[in-house]
């Protein structure tokens, strides 16, 4: 069965907009007092390009703001980078990014759009990184809540709506200097301290800040929706250990303040295990969750896996996973429902759902929108059976540098080109008529309902 989806099929509240991450779309990486960033490092090596310019967004901000005006959008989820914001990462504060930031959010809020703000989108400082080997030092935690509370402070009077990490745990996972999978304990280990700095800056927000500016204070979460490969019990059991993994690391200690009984049972001692005071601050430290969602995996058990000398999150979790890309969109449901079955519920945005095509791919881009289609109707499926979802962000509003070379975004952004000119693509056609409310565009509304 086909349908046409528009906006008006969502509650009049329901929040539609698009993202762009700091190291991503701003460019002037050592401009005006910011410092580098592993994350920057990595961004750069990965996509072959220099990040000294990037697509330029620090310095055409006001015209991107336009572009979000001219789509329809009710909001923009951006990152602060803590670099450019605090350059040594503690300290002083840097006048100049203090003022790219407050330009940036007065210009969304004089053009009507909703402020959404992530605290650290993978890009720790590297003054931070060298001092106690990033965010394996417990240190970490009490340099991160300072950092929250600069921010705090000096935006929570227009910005309502706070992500304190983007993909938690990605981030606890990935070795920026590398490329690659964290060994041992580490991972465990940087996702305890993620978790302790986002309690702890969600307890500040609400003991200092919460009555005056009335904003809520979530958590980002790399979320796929995983699926046994077969019929097959094992593959079953093995598709609940990586749900444990990957969701449950990071929520049940926000939902139940400890670690699911899996990971303890795979891991041993290397997890560590909190506190009860620190279980105390963690448990219910949201007012959201944030979900980035692309693909389904299916899953399948190996246990061999687990007997490698060297360990990590992946030989723990003992599972193949395989990616189903093409159709992320449909898996949408599922995930929800799991959060609506096992989590009680909570308020979720989705903060990131998007398609990649080649950035040669030029502006006919159906493919992208036959996805955010499918992703859209699954999400409302979902919402019609209970989910508590309150907003959906496309993944990204512009051409952002990709750690894939890839294209995500809505407008074409031409890296050869010495102004970064932004040019509209089919999608950002689709989106623009979709937040109209109009249902038939051109036939591209068009799809299947998962």
């Given at each position: 069965?086909?349908?046409?989806?528009?906006?008006?099929?969502?509650?009049?509240?329901?929040?539609?907009?698009?993202?762009?991450?700091?190291?991503?779309?701003?460019?002037?990486?050592?401009?005006?007092?910011?410092?580098?960033?592993?994350?920057?490092?990595?961004?750069?090596?990965?996509?072959?390009?220099?990040?000294?310019?990037?697509?330029?967004?620090?310095?055409?901000?006001?015209?991107?703001?336009?572009?979000?005006?001219?789509?329809?959008?009710?909001?923009?989820?951006?990152?602060?980078?803590?670099?450019?914001?605090?350059?040594?990462?503690?300290?002083?504060?840097?006048?100049?990014?203090?003022?790219?930031?407050?330009?940036?959010?007065?210009?969304?809020?004089?053009?009507?759009?909703?402020?959404?703000?992530?605290?650290?989108?993978?890009?720790?400082?590297?003054?931070?990184?060298?001092?106690?080997?990033?965010?394996?030092?417990?240190?970490?935690?009490?340099?991160?809540?300072?950092?929250?509370?600069?921010?705090?402070?000096?935006?929570?009077?227009?910005?309502?709506?706070?992500?304190?990490?983007?993909e938690a745990n990605n981030f606890a996972t990935l070795r920026l200097d590398e490329g690659s999978f964290s060994p041992s304990s580490e991972p465990y280990i940087r996702?305890?301290?993620?978790?302790?700095?986002?309690?702890?800056?969600?307890?500040?927000?609400?003991?200092?800040?919460?009555?005056?500016?009335?904003?809520?204070?979530?958590?980002?979460?790399?979320?796929?929706?995983?699926?046994?490969?077969?019929?097959?019990?094992?593959?079953?059991?093995?598709?609940?250990?990586?749900?444990?993994?990957?969701?449950?690391?990071?929520?049940?200690?926000?939902?139940?303040?400890?670690?699911?009984?899996?990971?303890?049972?795979?891991?041993?001692?290397?997890?560590?295990?909190?506190?009860?005071?620190?279980?105390?601050?963690?448990?219910?430290?949201?007012?959201?969750?944030?979900?980035?969602?692309?693909?389904?995996?299916?899953?399948?058990?190996?246990?061999?896996?687990?007997?490698?000398?060297?360990?990590?999150?992946?030989?723990?979790?003992?599972?193949?996973?395989?990616?189903?890309g093409e159709l992320g969109g449909a898996y949408m449901k599922g995930l929800l429902e799991y959060f609506k079955r096992d989590y009680g519920n909570p308020p979720i945005?989705?903060?990131?759902?998007?398609?990649?095509?080649?950035?040669?791919?030029?502006?006919?881009?159906?493919?992208?929108?036959?996805?955010?289609?499918?992703?859209?109707?699954?999400?409302?499926?979902?919402?019609?059976?209970?989910?508590?979802?309150?907003?959906?962000?496309?993944?990204?509003?512009?051409?952002?540098?990709?750690?894939?070379?890839?294209?995500?975004?809505?407008?074409?952004?031409?890296?050869?080109?010495?102004?970064?000119?932004?040019?509209?693509?089919?999608?950002?056609?689709?989106?623009?008529?979709?937040?109209?409310?109009?249902?038939?565009?051109?036939g591209i509304t068009q799809v299947e309902t998962p």
């Amino acid at each position: 069965m086909s349908t046409a989806l528009s906006r008006l099929d969502f509650p009049s509240d329901f929040i539609f907009g698009s993202g762009t991450s700091a190291s991503q779309v701003e460019g002037a990486t050592l401009e005006d007092g910011k410092t580098s960033t592993a994350f920057e490092a990595f961004l750069s090596r990965m996509s072959g390009n220099d990040l000294t310019k990037g697509i330029e967004g620090y310095k055409k901000y006001k015209e991107d703001v336009q572009l979000m005006v001219e789509t329809g959008l009710d909001a923009y989820r951006f990152s602060i980078s803590w670099s450019r914001l605090i350059p040594e990462g503690k300290g002083p504060v840097n006048p100049k990014g203090l003022e790219y930031y407050n330009n940036l959010i007065n210009e969304l809020v004089k053009n009507g759009i909703q402020p959404h703000v992530t605290l650290l989108h993978f890009d720790v400082p590297d003054s931070l990184m060298a001092a106690y080997n990033g965010l394996k030092g417990h240190q970490f935690v009490e340099d991160f809540i300072a950092y929250a509370e600069v921010c705090f402070k000096e935006f929570g009077d227009r910005v309502l709506y706070w992500t304190t990490f983007n993909e938690a745990n990605n981030f606890a996972t990935l070795r920026l200097d590398e490329g690659s999978f964290s060994p041992s304990s580490e991972p465990y280990i940087r996702a305890h301290n993620i978790i302790l700095a986002h309690a702890s800056a969600v307890k500040l927000y609400r003991e200092k800040y919460k009555e005056t500016q009335h904003g809520f204070v979530g958590l980002n979460l790399y979320a796929s929706w995983y699926f046994p490969e077969n019929d097959d019990e094992r593959h079953s059991i093995a598709t609940k250990r990586a749900i444990d993994f990957t969701i449950g690391w990071i929520m049940d200690p926000l939902i139940h303040g400890k670690y699911p009984d899996s990971l303890k049972k795979q891991i041993g001692t290397r997890l560590p295990s909190f506190t009860e005071d620190e279980s105390k601050i963690v448990k219910d430290s949201y007012d959201f969750i944030g979900l980035n969602c692309y693909v389904g995996t299916s899953v399948e058990d190996n246990p061999s896996s687990s007997d490698s000398e060297v360990k990590t999150l992946l030989t723990d979790l003992a599972a193949k996973l395989s990616p189903k890309g093409e159709l992320g969109g449909a898996y949408m449901k599922g995930l929800l429902e799991y959060f609506k079955r096992d989590y009680g519920n909570p308020p979720i945005y989705i903060q990131e759902n998007g398609y990649w095509t080649p950035r040669d791919l030029g502006l006919n881009d159906a493919s992208r929108i036959k996805y955010h289609t499918a992703s859209i109707a699954s999400m409302l499926n979902a919402m019609r059976g209970g989910s508590n979802v309150k907003g959906y962000f496309q993944w990204s509003f512009l051409d952002l540098l990709e750690v894939f070379k890839y294209s995500y975004g809505l407008y074409h952004v031409d890296l050869e080109d010495p102004d970064r000119k932004r040019k509209p693509k089919l999608s950002a056609i689709w989106y623009k008529e979709f937040l109209k409310g109009h249902a038939h565009s051109n036939g591209i509304t068009q799809v299947e309902t998962p």
